[in-house]
Protein backbone atom coordinates (compact mmCIF):
# COMPACT_ATOMS: atom_id res chain seq x y z
CA UNK A 1 0.00 0.00 0.00
CA UNK A 2 1.45 3.70 -1.19
CA UNK A 3 1.31 5.57 1.62
CA UNK A 4 1.75 9.82 1.47
CA UNK A 5 2.96 11.00 5.03
CA UNK A 6 2.34 14.41 5.63
CA UNK A 7 3.99 16.66 8.48
CA UNK A 8 3.30 18.45 10.69
CA UNK A 9 -0.62 17.50 10.96
CA UNK A 10 -0.97 20.56 12.72
CA UNK A 11 0.75 24.03 12.42
CA UNK A 12 -0.28 27.45 14.68
CA UNK A 13 2.27 30.59 13.81
CA UNK A 14 1.94 34.08 13.82
CA UNK A 15 1.70 36.01 10.92
CA UNK A 16 5.10 37.41 9.64
CA UNK A 17 6.61 33.61 10.60
CA UNK A 18 8.10 31.29 7.88
CA UNK A 19 6.82 27.97 7.88
CA UNK A 20 7.78 24.68 5.67
CA UNK A 21 5.37 21.29 5.40
CA UNK A 22 6.43 18.22 4.02
CA UNK A 23 5.49 15.50 2.08
CA UNK A 24 7.20 12.12 1.98
CA UNK A 25 6.66 8.13 0.94
CA UNK A 26 8.61 5.58 0.02
CA UNK A 27 7.57 5.09 -3.76
CA UNK A 28 8.45 6.97 -6.51
CA UNK A 29 5.69 9.18 -7.99
CA UNK A 30 4.79 10.43 -11.40
CA UNK A 31 3.82 13.69 -10.41
CA UNK A 32 2.86 15.32 -7.22
CA UNK A 33 0.30 18.38 -6.62
CA UNK A 34 -0.17 20.65 -3.64
CA UNK A 35 -4.60 21.83 -2.95
CA UNK A 36 -5.34 24.06 -0.23
CA UNK A 37 -8.49 23.21 1.33
CA UNK A 38 -10.76 25.91 3.22
CA UNK A 39 -13.68 25.41 5.88
CA UNK A 40 -16.67 23.83 4.10
CA UNK A 41 -15.01 24.24 0.60
CA UNK A 42 -13.70 21.13 -1.40
CA UNK A 43 -9.81 21.24 -2.40
CA UNK A 44 -8.51 23.70 -4.92
CA UNK A 45 -5.08 22.87 -6.83
CA UNK A 46 -2.01 25.20 -6.38
CA UNK A 47 0.78 23.72 -8.00
CA UNK A 48 2.16 20.07 -9.85
CA UNK A 49 5.24 19.04 -10.07
CA UNK A 50 6.42 16.74 -12.19
CA UNK A 51 10.68 16.64 -12.48
CA UNK A 52 12.62 15.33 -9.49
CA UNK A 53 14.55 18.39 -8.20
CA UNK A 54 12.18 20.61 -9.71
CA UNK A 55 11.13 23.96 -7.68
CA UNK A 56 8.26 26.00 -8.22
CA UNK A 57 7.15 29.43 -6.98
CA UNK A 58 3.80 30.47 -6.32
CA UNK A 59 4.11 34.36 -4.91
CA UNK A 60 4.95 33.52 -1.02
CA UNK A 61 4.83 29.86 -1.27
CA UNK A 62 7.64 27.88 -3.03
CA UNK A 63 7.02 24.27 -3.65
CA UNK A 64 9.88 21.49 -4.04
CA UNK A 65 9.85 18.09 -6.16
CA UNK A 66 12.58 15.92 -4.17
CA UNK A 67 15.24 14.42 -6.56
CA UNK A 68 14.26 10.95 -6.51
CA UNK A 69 10.20 11.87 -6.49
CA UNK A 70 9.52 10.06 -3.34
CA UNK A 71 8.87 13.53 -1.65
CA UNK A 72 8.06 17.13 -1.56
CA UNK A 73 7.85 20.35 0.61
CA UNK A 74 6.08 23.48 0.57
CA UNK A 75 7.60 26.75 2.28
CA UNK A 76 5.51 29.68 3.24
CA UNK A 77 7.56 33.19 3.67
CA UNK A 78 5.87 35.93 5.59
CA UNK A 79 2.43 33.91 6.44
CA UNK A 80 -0.53 35.96 6.57
CA UNK A 81 -3.47 35.53 7.34
CA UNK A 82 -4.79 34.38 4.72
CA UNK A 83 -2.92 31.49 3.82
CA UNK A 84 -4.79 29.66 6.83
CA UNK A 85 -6.21 26.32 5.69
CA UNK A 86 -5.85 22.45 5.22
CA UNK A 87 -2.97 22.04 2.81
CA UNK A 88 -2.81 18.64 0.84
CA UNK A 89 -0.45 16.43 -1.25
CA UNK A 90 -1.27 14.00 -3.49
CA UNK A 91 1.04 11.67 -5.61
CA UNK A 92 0.04 9.38 -8.94
CA UNK A 93 2.26 6.52 -9.95
CA UNK A 94 2.06 3.38 -12.09
CA UNK A 95 1.57 1.45 -9.22
CA UNK A 96 -1.61 3.02 -7.60
CA UNK A 97 -2.82 2.78 -11.39
CA UNK A 98 -2.50 6.48 -11.99
CA UNK A 99 -4.49 7.45 -9.67
CA UNK A 100 -4.11 9.84 -6.63
CA UNK A 101 -3.03 8.74 -3.51
CA UNK A 102 -3.92 11.53 -0.94
CA UNK A 103 -1.84 12.44 2.28
CA UNK A 104 -3.79 13.32 5.44
CA UNK A 105 -3.20 16.93 5.12
CA UNK A 106 -1.61 19.52 7.30
CA UNK A 107 -3.49 22.07 8.95
CA UNK A 108 -2.42 25.31 8.98
CA UNK A 109 -3.33 28.37 11.19
CA UNK A 110 -1.94 31.66 10.95
CA UNK A 111 -2.69 34.46 13.87
CA UNK A 112 -2.55 38.08 13.44
CA UNK B 1 -19.45 27.56 -15.74
CA UNK B 2 -21.03 26.60 -12.62
CA UNK B 3 -17.71 23.86 -12.44
CA UNK B 4 -18.94 21.05 -10.26
CA UNK B 5 -22.04 21.16 -8.47
CA UNK B 6 -23.18 18.33 -6.23
CA UNK B 7 -26.20 17.85 -4.36
CA UNK B 8 -27.57 17.56 -1.29
CA UNK B 9 -25.47 19.73 0.96
CA UNK B 10 -26.41 18.19 3.85
CA UNK B 11 -28.49 15.13 4.78
CA UNK B 12 -29.06 13.66 8.01
CA UNK B 13 -30.15 9.70 7.45
CA UNK B 14 -30.88 6.56 9.58
CA UNK B 15 -29.20 3.26 9.98
CA UNK B 16 -30.27 1.37 7.22
CA UNK B 17 -32.02 4.12 4.80
CA UNK B 18 -30.80 4.77 1.67
CA UNK B 19 -29.97 8.03 -0.25
CA UNK B 20 -28.22 9.17 -3.48
CA UNK B 21 -25.94 11.90 -4.02
CA UNK B 22 -25.51 13.75 -7.56
CA UNK B 23 -22.66 15.25 -9.05
CA UNK B 24 -22.64 17.40 -12.11
CA UNK B 25 -19.70 18.93 -13.57
CA UNK B 26 -19.68 21.48 -17.08
CA UNK B 27 -16.57 21.24 -18.13
CA UNK B 28 -16.77 17.94 -20.42
CA UNK B 29 -14.41 16.43 -18.12
CA UNK B 30 -13.82 12.29 -19.10
CA UNK B 31 -12.77 11.25 -15.17
CA UNK B 32 -15.04 11.66 -12.39
CA UNK B 33 -14.23 10.71 -8.68
CA UNK B 34 -15.81 10.33 -5.71
CA UNK B 35 -13.73 10.71 -2.24
CA UNK B 36 -15.41 10.28 1.43
CA UNK B 37 -13.14 13.00 3.75
CA UNK B 38 -12.43 12.05 7.66
CA UNK B 39 -10.83 14.25 10.18
CA UNK B 40 -7.06 13.07 9.88
CA UNK B 41 -7.30 10.89 7.08
CA UNK B 42 -7.59 12.80 4.06
CA UNK B 43 -8.88 11.94 1.35
CA UNK B 44 -10.20 8.65 0.54
CA UNK B 45 -11.40 7.03 -3.16
CA UNK B 46 -14.63 5.72 -3.42
CA UNK B 47 -15.37 5.25 -6.86
CA UNK B 48 -14.62 6.52 -9.68
CA UNK B 49 -14.94 6.85 -13.46
CA UNK B 50 -12.40 7.03 -16.90
CA UNK B 51 -15.76 8.11 -18.79
CA UNK B 52 -19.52 7.83 -19.72
CA UNK B 53 -20.66 4.02 -19.16
CA UNK B 54 -17.77 3.14 -16.72
CA UNK B 55 -16.86 2.79 -13.40
CA UNK B 56 -14.20 1.37 -11.16
CA UNK B 57 -13.53 0.77 -7.59
CA UNK B 58 -11.14 2.87 -5.07
CA UNK B 59 -9.56 2.46 -1.99
CA UNK B 60 -12.82 2.43 0.13
CA UNK B 61 -15.95 0.90 -2.12
CA UNK B 62 -17.91 -1.16 0.55
CA UNK B 63 -21.12 -0.14 1.43
CA UNK B 64 -21.32 2.40 -2.05
CA UNK B 65 -22.51 2.28 -5.77
CA UNK B 66 -22.34 4.57 -8.53
CA UNK B 67 -23.53 5.10 -11.96
CA UNK B 68 -22.10 7.28 -14.62
CA UNK B 69 -25.35 6.93 -17.36
CA UNK B 70 -24.56 10.24 -18.93
CA UNK B 71 -20.99 12.00 -19.23
CA UNK B 72 -21.47 14.86 -17.00
CA UNK B 73 -23.37 13.00 -14.09
CA UNK B 74 -21.87 10.77 -11.56
CA UNK B 75 -24.26 9.68 -8.45
CA UNK B 76 -23.04 8.01 -5.77
CA UNK B 77 -25.55 5.53 -3.80
CA UNK B 78 -25.57 4.04 -0.30
CA UNK B 79 -28.38 1.70 -0.11
CA UNK B 80 -28.15 0.86 3.58
CA UNK B 81 -26.56 3.87 5.27
CA UNK B 82 -24.32 2.58 8.42
CA UNK B 83 -22.95 5.02 10.78
CA UNK B 84 -19.35 4.79 9.76
CA UNK B 85 -20.63 6.18 6.63
CA UNK B 86 -21.00 9.93 8.75
CA UNK B 87 -18.42 11.31 6.36
CA UNK B 88 -18.08 14.52 4.30
CA UNK B 89 -18.21 13.20 0.41
CA UNK B 90 -16.47 15.12 -2.34
CA UNK B 91 -16.73 14.86 -5.84
CA UNK B 92 -14.15 15.85 -8.21
CA UNK B 93 -13.47 15.31 -12.10
CA UNK B 94 -10.59 15.91 -14.15
CA UNK B 95 -9.82 15.95 -18.15
CA UNK B 96 -7.01 12.71 -17.42
CA UNK B 97 -5.92 10.90 -14.78
CA UNK B 98 -3.13 12.59 -12.76
CA UNK B 99 -4.79 16.08 -14.23
CA UNK B 100 -5.94 18.53 -12.20
CA UNK B 101 -8.82 17.55 -10.39
CA UNK B 102 -11.68 20.21 -9.86
CA UNK B 103 -13.99 19.97 -6.80
CA UNK B 104 -17.27 19.76 -5.59
CA UNK B 105 -18.56 21.85 -2.67
CA UNK B 106 -19.09 18.77 -0.90
CA UNK B 107 -22.24 16.77 1.16
CA UNK B 108 -21.84 16.45 5.33
CA UNK B 109 -23.47 13.19 5.49
CA UNK B 110 -25.00 11.89 9.15
CA UNK B 111 -26.18 8.73 9.52
CA UNK B 112 -27.53 7.84 13.56
Known amino acids: TQLLEQSPQFLSIQEGENLTVYCNSS?????LQWYRQEPGEGPVLLVTVVTGGEVKKLKRLTFQFGDARKDSSLHITAAQTGDTGLYLC????????????WGAGTKLIIKP | NAGVTQTPKFRVLKTGQSMTLLCAQD?????MYWYRQDPGMGLRLIHY???????AKGEVPDGYNVSRLKKQNFLLGLESAAPSQTSVYFC???????????FGPGTRLTVL
Open chain 2, 92 to 102: ASSYHTLNEQF
Open chain 2, 49 to 55: SVGEGTT
Open chain 1, 90 to 101: AGGARDSNYQLI
Open chain 2, 27 to 31: MNHEY
Open chain 1, 27 to 31: SVFSS
